[in-house]
């Protein structure tokens, strides 16, 4: 995990990446060890709270962990009373705003812009990932392959991971360099961790050092930064078209902890 930039800066930076990766966590031990409907619910709803396009990520493990059994519904019932917080807040929020979402989902899905241009620069937000953060989406491939080897609540929370992720690339991606890979990456580092309890302390320490390997290829690596991360792209903004030029790409995609570092 210390090895993805994407993961460290946006569990740190303010935002809501902190609480959204302690209840995907949550969310992976709430399925596969069969936590009470309620507890399930409660977990799901506050993702929703934090962000609701987060729904598509569980849709998949949730929808199939849902399944009445032998026509009983008391697991659905259970599941719904999770959700009480976010359906108050929804209420509240239409009362209240006039929106039953937030408004910044009209704002940033109605963009006018078209669909296959989004595509690409949700692709281009893929390929700048992979050459400045190499560890995320390598976990995120290798949670996928770890959990076919898993229980099949374990392939569908991977399934779900991979649906968010093709969300994300649909949407344009986003401005912040990773911000919107994190959830996939969370998931999935939870799926690797189940996979390697199983494997031999052998296997184990060679995929810690393949993993360790892979966060050192980035460029600006997280496990070597300290407090002068960005000085040599110019955060002290000194001289700021070239700062913006050295952290801000030309794809408009920026490395937003280097950009607040000094500030």
Known sequence: ???????????????????????????VLALVQEWRAWQVGLVVSGLMLLRTDLALLCAPGVLAWLAPRGG???????FLHGLAPLALWH???LGY???????????????????GRLAAQGLVYLGESLRFDPLTLA????????ACFLGWRERLLALGSLLYLGYVVKIGGDFMSG?????????????CVRALARLPEAGRLACALV???????APHPSLTSGADYGAERGNDFRDLRAAADAIIGEDGISDERAWHFAL
């Open 1 to 27: 995990a210390l090895g993805s930039r994407a993961f460290v800066d946006f569990s740190s930076s303010g935002l809501e990446g902190p609480f959204v990766h302690l209840l995907l966590f949550l969310f």
């Open 72 to 78: 009983r519904m008391d697991r659905v019932r259970g």
């Open 91 to 93: 209420l509240f929020s």
């Open 97 to 115: 705003y006039g929106f039953l979402v937030p408004n910044t989902a009209y704002a940033k899905l109605s963009t006018g812009i078209a669909s």
């Open 139 to 146: 976990t995120v491939a290798a949670g996928s392959v770890a």
């Open 179 to 191: 911000r919107f890979l994190t959830p996939s990456f969370a998931v999935a580092l939870a799926l």
């Open 211 to 217: 993993a360790l390997a892979a966060g050192f290829l």
